[in-house]
């Protein structure tokens, strides 16, 4: 089976830091991948980890955890653009570049 | 250039018309991907072309039809849509580079069935 879980909504403080999780169980594993959505538009990609350990891309970090089926999405120095919706998606093995998605967590940056 | 353009970003149709929607990509990319989302919940795979073949069909109805031209083109032909199909359409395209993988989103069409 095939299981992505987030937390469904977050709230934080602009200035602050924001760790949002994603914890998952699939049957074959290929790499994980974060997106921000805005409302009626696009997912954007952030980033893409395969192997364990931190990405980080300025603003933004990812970490896995392979033998945890563990990863998070840090993000720091929040400003109110970041309030957004994002989406954790594991790539499964032996498919060609097929994406299971989580359900997305709203994030909600306040002033 | 990261880029991933759709056309139309909006299409309103009736249950009987007959619309395209199209894809288009300049990176290279050999694997390409149409995506459905309804409101409030994450894409939904749909097809997925490896080197200009259909490599996943995600049990998408018959009245979806992909079509990969060429490398760079990925059209979905729509026929008889039920009102239920109304959704944002997403296309992408990916690739692997150096272990590491990128999959890049269109804007989307916006698509309203009456």
């Known amino acids: 089976g095939q299981n992505i879980d987030q937390p469904t909504e977050m709230t934080a403080t602009e200035g602050a830091i924001v760790q949002i999780n994603c914890t998952y169980q699939?049957?074959?594993?290929?790499?994980l991948f974060w997106y921000q959505q805005h409302a009626g538009e696009a997912p954007t990609f952030l980033s893409y980890?395969?192997?364990?350990g931190l990405e980080e891309k300025g603003r933004f970090s990812s970490f896995l955890s392979r033998s945890k089926g563990y990863s998070y999405l840090l993000l720091k120095e929040l400003q109110m653009k970041d309030s957004a919706s994002y989406l954790c998606?594991?790539?499964?093995?032996?498919?060609?570049?097929?994406?299971?998605f989580g359900q997305g967590t709203t994030l909600q940056v306040k002033p | 250039d990261t880029e991933v353009t759709q056309t139309p970003k909006h299409l309103v149709m009736g249950m009987t018309n007959k619309k395209s929607l199209k894809c288009e990509q300049h990176?290279?990319?050999?694997?390409m991907y149409w995506y459905k989302q309804k409101a409030k919940k994450p894409p939904e795979l749909m097809f997925v072309?490896?080197?200009?073949?259909?490599?996943i069909n995600e049990s998408v109805p018959s009245r979806f039809s992909p079509e990969c031209p060429n490398s760079s083109l990925l059209n979905l032909h729509l026929h008889a849509l039920q009102p239920e199909d109304s959704a944002l359409y997403l296309c992408?395209?990916?690739?692997?580079?150096?272990?590491?993988?990128?999959?890049?989103f269109g804007p989307g069409t916006r698509l309203l069935v009456l």
């Open positions: 980890n395969v192997l364990d």
């Open positions: 072309y490896s080197y200009e073949k259909l490599s």
């Open positions: 998606a594991v790539r499964k093995s032996g498919n060609t570049g097929k994406l299971i």
């Open positions: 992408a395209s990916s690739q692997v580079q150096g272990g590491q993988e990128t999959q890049y």
């Open positions: 990176m290279g990319h050999r694997a």
């Open positions: 699939t049957s074959g594993f290929n790499g």
